[in-house]
């Protein structure tokens, strides 16, 4: 099993910026893409960002220029840098992993439990 946990959400001001962080652990081969989707309330889930494990990355038209995601392939660790934070970015945000296990070697995607991000205006 491999099992994602996020951290860093919280209630900030429009205008303000947060670092969300999902560290991934368990029987990891490999990790390969990483991303972050978020879902509002009566809305779907939907992409902000994900990279591949060169480092590639692709954004939601929403996000750009505000959110950077990056990783770090030692520590199997994604990253989300959001500023310039507006109430519409309002939503839990979901951590996502394309990860190999180990024994098998089958591909899975595995999901974090995800963190709450809300703004207000």
């Known amino acids: 099993q491999v099992q994602l946990v996020e951290s860093g959400g919280g209630l900030v001001q429009a205008g303000g910026s947060l670092r969300l962080s999902c560290a991934a652990s368990?029987?990891?081969?490999?990790?390969?893409?990483m991303g972050w989707y978020r879902q509002a309330p009566g809305k779907q889930r939907e992409l902000v960002a994900r990279?591949?494990?060169?480092?590639?990355?692709n954004y939601a038209d929403s996000v750009k220029g505000r959110f950077t995601i990056s990783r770090d392939n030692a520590k199997n660790t994604v990253y989300l840098q959001i500023d310039t934070l507006k109430p519409e970015d309002t939503a839990v945000y979901y951590c996502?992993?394309?990860?190999?296990?180990?024994?098998?070697?089958?591909?899975?995607?595995?999901w974090g439990q995800g963190t709450q991000v809300t703004v207000s205006s």
């Open positions: 368990g029987n990891i081969f490999e990790i390969n893409d």
């Open positions: 990279i591949t494990n060169g480092g590639s990355t």
């Open positions: 996502n992993a394309r990860t190999k296990v180990l024994v098998t070697m089958g591909e899975y995607n595995y």
